[in-house]
C-alpha cells in the first residue's frame, strides 16, 4: 500500500498538490501556477480547516478557481467558506446543477432528502460534459460520471493521465449508489462509468476520498475489479445495498453531529425521507421501528455508534 501511494504521488505534475483529507471531508485536489484552483472543499464541519490548509499551499497567491466533482455535502461543504476567504474566486459546478446551487434548491442538492447540513454558496460558471476547461496549469476532459450520483463529471487530464474521480471510482470501495436508491439509475450507471475511465485509461487516479493509486504498480487494475466485484453483488443482492446505504446514511450524519439526544436522534431517522425508501428497498415486511432497530443494533453492537440513556454518540 505504501509504494502504491508513493509511486502514484511520484507521477502527479509538481505543480498539484493532493490534500487528502478523513471523513467527512473529500480531498481538496489544488491545481497550482498563476491562475490556482482546488477542486471539491470538504465537508462543512472542516471549512475553516479547509480555509487554513488552501491558505498554507497557496502562500501569498489568491485563489482563482474552484471547481466541483458532484455538489455532495462532503465535496462542496468548504466552497461558501473559500469564497468568503476569497471573493474573487470563480465558482464552477456541474452544468444541471448550477441553477440549483444558484436558488438553493436545498431537494435537487440533495440536502433535502439526507437531511444533512452544507453552507450556502454561489456558483458562476458550469462544467459541461464534453467540453475541456482550465484549471490551474492544465487542460481538463470533463465527462459525466453517473451512478454515486447523476450529475457528477469526472476531470481527465490527457497528458499526464491524471483523472480526479469524485466519487465514481475509489481504490478499495464503492460509494452508495444513490441512482438506484432514487430510481433515476441502476448498478449498470455506475459499471458504465466505470468502463468510461477505463477507456481514458489514466495513469493516476485522485478520488475523492484517500490516496492517489497508479496503473503501473496494478493498483488502478485492482481497483476495477474489487468495484466490479461490489457491483455484482450489490445487483444480485440490491436489499443489502439498501441495508449498506442506510447504515452509511446514519453513520455519515453522526460523524458530523458526534452527539444527539436520543429524541432529537429519533427524530431526524423518522424526517429523512432518503431512510424511507431504503425501508422500502430492504425489508418493506418489516414494521418501520423493527426494521429501524435491525440496522442500528449492530451499528451499536459494533461500536460504530454508541448510546446511553439520554444520548446518541458517533462510535468508531
Ligand atoms: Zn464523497
Redesign the pocket.
Known sequence: MQSEMNLASTLLPADMRVLERGWLS?NNIVCLGDEPCVIDTGHTKHAGETVTLLRDVLGDQALVTIAHTHL?S??CGGTGALQAAWPDASTWVPLPSLSHVQTWDQDALTFGGTGQRCDVFTASDALIPGNTVRLGNHHWEIHSAPGHDALAVLLFEPEHGLLISG?AMWESSV?VIFQHIEGTGSFDTYADTLALIEKLSPRVVIP??GAPFARDDGAIDAAFASARKRIEYFKDNPAQHAAHAAKVMIKYQMMDFETLPRAEFDVWLNSMPLLAVLHQQHRPDVPWNDWLESVLEPMFSKGVLRRNATHVMNGD
Do not use: Y
Open positions: 473529500s455532495h462532503d465535496h466519487d460509494g475523492g476520498h
